[in-house]
């Protein structure tokens, strides 16, 4: 998945900082919340 901005946004790591490392997308015209996310590497899958 990709997001695109019209300008670049800054961002760290989530396991670096909470309050620069995570996100929410909100629809301008209701103000709902759309999603959340965090900035970090893909977790890692593992075979059962």
């Not at 019209?6 to 900082?17: G, M, T």
């Amino acid at each position: 998945m990709s997001i695109r901005t019209a300008d670049p946004l800054p961002a760290d790591d989530y396991a670096d900082s909470r309050a620069t490392g995570s996100f929410l997308l909100i629809d301008p015209p209701t103000g709902n919340t759309l999603a959340a996310g965090l900035v970090g590497s893909p977790l890692k899958v593992t075979a059962v």
